[in-house]
């Protein structure tokens, strides 16, 4: 009989966010007078309409496709180079990041790319995970090969964990033992915490010292307001040497649906062969890409690329700032019950303590049995996420202003 990846049975039972859509769908069947309430907060996913710039260019760019004079068909498997020129520039050389438009390589968004990156790497490499952490991160090393059995704790033998809690402002420490490829997000999902200049100069700094690999996820600097943040690990020096940058249009562009994110790969950066050559990183993600890839459709390159025009521009930073709004208002009813809550300044996401005796699923439980409003259990980005759960500010306003009168059955004194 055929073999199968046994990487797979290593896995949690469920990821995490079928499970919540799975108990939320058993509480709409089992309560059919209240399905109507539900308000889903948990899952990322935008609600408001794509900019304009967006529309526009996809309604051009289906016209193309309408006749034979400015038809296309396969797109190169890495992308249009005016798209790649466009983000090189917008998002890199505007603020003095080195990056040429070849090394970007379009894709259809950030999560698959985090996953598809493992293709390039060799088995054995010990690699640090955040916790808490998005799960894709754990998941897809757990496939490739690089972790150990499960523990009871959720954790996996052969990580090295680095924990990020309320004690050390959810930024990660340093690694005390020797690691190869280093997961970072920045704003972190689930968090919200970012990591200012001081904090990434030294994990570059440690990377390079160590020869490691930092797999820095920037899907959603959009919402970053605060000018002392870095948007991109390469406004670190030395940061093309040691990082791949993954990006996402989901949020800042509302493209969950259209699909459409990014990975920078520098030439500058290598690896190491098993004889002791030192390999391009460029080279091999631009053959897995070659052979893996027929690339991103016409319409969804021409409207990614109309973000970057300058009333692209304007509208994307509309929309973050309209999801920031809904951030700050969530986060505001979490302290007005005393709880405390962190993340909505450059994130879409609240990070909000659970009411002291309540466990994360708890939380989760009750919001969703008493108040109809779907968050996200803590305990599912990680072990030290339990105490927690995340908020998505991505909704329509109403909907926010709804959830926040409905918070109140948090509240220590509410009755249950």
Known sequence: MFRINENFLKLSAGYLFPEIARRVAAYAKENPTLASRIIRCGIGDVTEPLPAAATDAMRKAIDDLAGRENFRGYPPPNGYDFVRAAIAQGDFRSRGCAIDDDEIFLSDGSKPDASAILEILGTGNRVAITDPVYPVYVDTNVMAGNSGSPRTDGRHEGFTYLPCTLANGFSPELPTQPVDVI???????????????????????????HHALIMFDAAYEAFIRDESIPHSIYEIDGARECAIEFRSLSKVGGFTGVRCGYTVMPKALHGAASDGRSVALHGLWMRRWSTCSNGVSWPVQCAAA?????????????????????????????????????????????????????????????????????????AGFGKCGEGFIRISAFNSRANVQEVARRLTVLAPSATR
């Open 306 to 378: 109309a973000l970057y025009s300058p009333e692209g521009r304007a509208q994307t930073r509309a929309l973050t700032d309209f999801y920031l709004e809904n951030a700050n208002l969530l986060e505001c009813a979490c302290e007005s019950l005393g709880l405390a809550a962190s993340g909505a300044r450059n994130s879409p996401y609240v990070w909000a303590a659970c009411p002291k005796g309540l466990s994360s699923w708890d939380a989760f439980d009750l919001l969703l049995n008493e108040a109809q409003v779907v968050t996200t259990p803590g």
């Open 183 to 209: 997961h970072l997000c920045s704003p972190n999902n689930p968090t919200g915490a970012t990591l200012d200049r001081d904090a990434l100069t030294r994990w570059v700094d440690y990377a390079r010292e």
